[in-house]
Structures are given as structure tokens and as C-alpha cells.
């Protein structure tokens, strides 16, 4: 499985961004997906993840304005970010995995810069 995220960018405290990854392979709707996120100089943390039957959770920091969503047919996960505040600013990457406790099976895509200005 290769991912590729796509939709970061620019934008003002309070703004919205819609992220998307598209996954090649055939097993996508098996998979369990997550979003993460890579400040500079911090850890690679967890944001949301969402189960083939789509249940969902989110870090604590951004319930209530993110929301993580799937599209199986077309092998997509996407991210929309609500009420953007400077602390979201990081590169914001997805990964998956068939099992729940191993959502990093495959290769790092580039990732996508979300910058928020305050």
C-alpha cells in the first residue's frame, strides 16, 4: 500500500482544511486509518483514527473540530479541520493497518504542511 496526503496549506487561526489520502492496493476498506501529525522537534503523534466500520477517536485536543471519514470505493481518507488554532500547525500524515495496534504498517507517504497563523 502506498498513501499520498494531499490538501494542507495557509491559513488564519479559526479556518478550515480538508485533508485527503488516497491509498493504492486493494485491502483499503480491511484497514484501519489514522491520521498523524509531526510538529518540528516533537514526536509523531496519533490525531484521529477511523475502523472499517468507521468508528472513530480523536486526541483529546481535537474533538469537536476535526472529523476523520473514509470512502472504501475509492480508497480515500480524509481529515476536516475545524476551528484551526496554531498549535495544529505540524506536517499531517495517514497510515494504516489491518490491525488496530499496528496503524503504521506501511511506508510513510511525503506528507502535508497545515500551517495556522494566529
Request: proline fraction near 3%.
Amino acid at each position: 500500500v502506498q498513501l499520498q496526503a494531499s490538501g494542507g496549506g495557509l491559513v488564519q487561526a479559526g479556518g478550515s482544511l480538508r485533508l485527503s489520502c488516497v491509498a493504492s492496493g486493494n485491502i483499503f476498506k480491511f484497514n484501519h486509518m489514522g491520521w498523524y501529525r509531526q510538529a518540528p522537534g516533537k514526536q509523531r503523534d496519533l490525531v484521529a483514527h477511523i475502523s472499517p466500520g468507521r468508528t472513530t477517536d480523536y486526541l483529546d485536543s481535537v474533538k469537536g473540530r476535526f472529523t476523520i471519514s473514509r470512502d472504501n470505493r475509492n480508497s480515500m481518507v480524509y481529515l476536516q479541520m475545524n476551528s484551526l488554532k496554531p498549535e495544529d500547525t505540524a506536517v499531517y500524515y495517514c497510515n494504516g493497518g489491518l490491525n488496530v495496534n499496528d496503524m503504521t504498517q506501511y511506508p510513510w507517504g511525503q506528507g502535508t504542511q497545515v500551517t495556522v497563523s494566529s
